[in-house]
């Protein structure tokens, strides 16, 4: 096992061509947003997810996950496409449209959880989860988000594992999809944010079982910088919404927990050296929960993030109905 393999930032947000064109490369597997969503599915002989996150006229954006191992290998588990280079596991999962989506989480989240298990990739890392009307009403009469919460809390609570960075994001159809990261050596390293109460504590107003994730994920190899990744950030401060309505003002809020989460007084706090800053982040991605509100979202996140970054915008609802945008990241 190399002792040096840490996962890059998404190579690109590319063209749906060019996926194609990295088949072969060390590519563990992709995310298609796209104007479709669906069970994940074999392209090129590689695990690819499709979301439906992006509207008619919209260009498709396909993030490619890759490292910097040589032999990936590929497998299937109860619906979930899989693969890995022996440090790093990247794992597609659909629960798709159900009636009661809290119970397909759980059961589609205890599927992951017995796969990184058997396969010795215990260490979850990031995980990304999709919910068409998210916060829509759900079939038993309450929340969607809410009833997801419940049944990822239950699995989370029967398996033990530690809870990872997450996204709980809106997408246009297409059910609930997720996807994850984990490691099989390097050591995941679960943050908080000073700035908020831990997801997993919000007081019962917002659901009956609160989100299981951490703000950030650092991965510590045995050697060198590690990687950092950012939950989906929003415009919260302790648990509550803060300056609902008004969008410059949450991009402004959110971005400032982003860089209390990252920078070196948090990181120290949790046992890591150095420290980063927004404009070190790449492959961001912002979610919008109103069309009108991209141009200002975008100019305002371009002045923050480095010229380099990578800036995906989707269109999408937010996790609670006074959330008009969020915000993602990792560090190179
Ligand atoms: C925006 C928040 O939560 C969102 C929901 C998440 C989840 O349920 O996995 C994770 C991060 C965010 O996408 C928040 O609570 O601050």
Redo the contacts with the bound molecule.
Sequence with gaps: MRGNVIVTPPSTFRSAEDFADLAGDTVLGAVRFSTAGGPPRWEHGLPVLPLHMVRPGEAEVVEVWHTDGDVVRTGEHEGLLYAHDGEVLFCAGWIGPSADCGEAARQAYLAAFELVEGLGYRNVVR?W?MLEGITDRSARGTEVYRDF?VGRGKAFDERGHAMPA????GSLGGGVAFYFLAHRSHEAVHLENPL?VP?HE?PPQYGPRP???ARATYVRPEQGRGSLYV????S?LDHATVAAGDVARQVQVTLANIAALIGADNLARHGIDGGYRLDDLRAVKVYVKRPEDVPIVTRLCRDEFSRRAEVAVFTVD??RPD?LV?IEGMTP
């Design positions: 995980m989860n919460c997450s996204t709980g994001i908020q997801a919000y989100p299981s994730f939950s989906g950030t929003a919260i937010v996790c959330l969020e």
